[in-house]
């Protein structure tokens, strides 16, 4: 069975400051790795995912993440933050050709002027 | 753009009430899938969808049943409401792409069990 782990559940920082949001996961097969984002009163959507290939993978709102499998984490990372980057970041991993996605438990990112 | 929409934002209930959650989604996806959110336990799996009128147990479907008669439509039903059930509920639905399921959310919907 897979589990993710999100170590911190509330991350305050500054605005432009970096920011860096962990997440490690356990599975005995290979696997997808994704990061989802919820915004105040809002559905998730879709961050940035690792699918294989390239183990750094970018979203188009400056985030990045990368994949390490000796480690196996996958922590979201951004160098600069903005107040429009408040939300709730979930990890996520399935296994490869699975339905189902298993999700960690969220890591509240705030961001103080 | 793919869209999931969700009956209600907000409901409020009574315990032993039945409670119905729909969602629909507009993109013929095969797989259809409901969550149940809460702080600090992130989103945990209560069924999924894969077909019409298939189902599948998530994690934590005690309390909860579902039914799809159309492949677009996914209801979650709570047949007697309790306050353990007060949450936030979303539903999501997957296409097969890249050799994995995406999946896209609704907004969710609170609900209060009194």
């Known amino acids: 069975a897979q589990s993710v782990t999100q170590l911190d559940s509330q991350v305050p920082v500054f605005e432009e400051a970096p920011v860096e949001l962990r997440c490690n996961y356990s599975s005995s097969v290979s696997v997808y790795l994704f990061w989802y984002v919820q915004y105040p009163n809002q559905g998730l959507q879709l961050l940035l995912k690792?699918?294989?290939?390239?183990?750094l993978v970018e979203s188009i709102n400056g985030f990045e993440a990368e994949f390490n499998k000796s480690q196996t984490s996958f922590h979201l990372r951004k160098p600069s933050v903005h107040i429009s980057d408040t939300a709730e970041y979930f990890c996520?991993?399935?296994?490869?050709?699975?339905?189902?996605?298993?999700f960690g438990q969220g890591t509240r990112l705030t961001i103080n002027p | 753009d793919v869209k999931v929409t969700q009956s209600s934002r907000y409901l409020v209930k009574r315990t032993g009430e039945k409670v119905f959650l729909e969602c629909v989604q507009d993109m013929d996806h095969e797989n259809m899938f409901w969550y149940r959110q809460d702080p600090g336990l992130g989103l945990r799996l209560i069924y999924f969808s894969y077909d019409v009128k298939m189902k599948e147990k998530g994690d934590i479907p005690e309390g909860y049943s579902v039914s799809r008669e159309k492949k677009e439509r996914f209801s979650l039903i709570l047949e007697s409401a309790s306050t353990n059930q007060t949450s936030m509920y979303l539903c999501?639905?997957?296409?097969?792409?890249?050799?994995?399921?995406?999946?896209?959310f609704g907004p969710g919907t609170r609900l209060t069990v009194l």
């Open positions: 690792y699918l294989s290939g390239s183990t």
């Open positions: 999501a639905s997957s296409l097969l792409r890249d050799g994995h399921n995406e999946q896209f």
């Open positions: 996520a991993v399935s296994e490869q050709g699975a339905q189902k996605l298993v």
